[in-house]
């Protein structure tokens, strides 16, 4: 177990709608990473949060967003869903110094059908 | 993130050692070397990190050459859990950045 935690697991939805997608970091990470995995392909970087303001940004749809909470919980939004967004959806987090390891949560699997 | 090179993929004997290398000639001195790996239908799992000396944990070591510019992954008794992908990824000890994930080893695991 991770610490990071994300909800829900698994979401199925139909094109043109929207889900929000939650995570909460382990405790005392500041930094919230958010990946989208599509099938057997890499993990691509989204969008990157630090103590709630946005630290880098990826390759992130316009039709996507994201925030970090006051909590320190993120939320990605995906909005106007396409088949092509069907994808594992990861979330990771990290303390700042100490090698800055990062750790995943389990994924948020989105289907779009 | 400063640039890791690996293979695109390896194989080896269940119970036997594995070596999984990278190369990271542009390493800097704050650079700590991680390693994660991603089993099938995971998220990538953090294996071992270090910064100049050999490290070792309850998953594996890591072997760093002295000029730092490349490092070894060793899994000393492979399973079958053990068939992932590997990614070599240097983290500066300052800057919490984003992490570009490379291609990484896919490691085959043979009974």
């Known amino acids: 177990d991770s610490g990071v935690t994300q909800t829900p697991k698994h979401l199925i939805t139909a094109t043109g709608q929207r889900v929000t997608l939650r995570c909460s970091p382990r405790s005392g990470d500041l930094s919230v990473y958010w990946y989208q995995q599509s099938l057997d392909q890499g993990l691509q970087f989204l969008i990157q949060y630090y103590n709630g303001e946005e630290r880098a940004k990826g390759n992130i749809l316009e039709r996507f967003s994201a925030q970090q909470f006051p909590d320190l919980h993120s939320e990605l939004n995906l909005s106007s869903l396409e088949l092509g967004d069907s994808a594992l959806y990861f979330c990771?987090?990290?303390?700042?110094?100490?090698?800055?390891?990062?750790?995943f949560g389990e994924g948020s699997w989105l289907t779009v059908v | 993130d400063a640039k890791t090179t690996q293979p695109n993929s390896m194989e080896s004997n269940e119970e036997e050692p594995v070596h999984l290398p990278c190369n990271h000639s542009?390493?800097?001195?704050?650079?700590?070397i991680h390693w994660y790996r991603q089993l099938p239908s995971q998220g990538p799992e953090y294996v071992i990190h270090?910064?100049?000396s050999n490290v070792n944990n309850r998953m594996a070591s890591l072997a760093i050459a002295e000029d730092r510019k490349s490092s070894t992954l060793i899994l000393h008794r492979a399973t079958l859990r053990d068939a992932a992908v590997y990614y070599c990824i240097l983290r500066d000890l300052y800057r919490d950045d984003k992490i570009i994930f490379g291609k990484g080893t896919r490691l085959h695991i043979l009974p």
């Open positions: 270090g910064l100049t």
């Open positions: 542009t390493i800097s001195g704050t650079d700590y």
């Open positions: 990771a987090s990290s303390l700042q110094g100490s090698g800055n390891t990062i750790y």
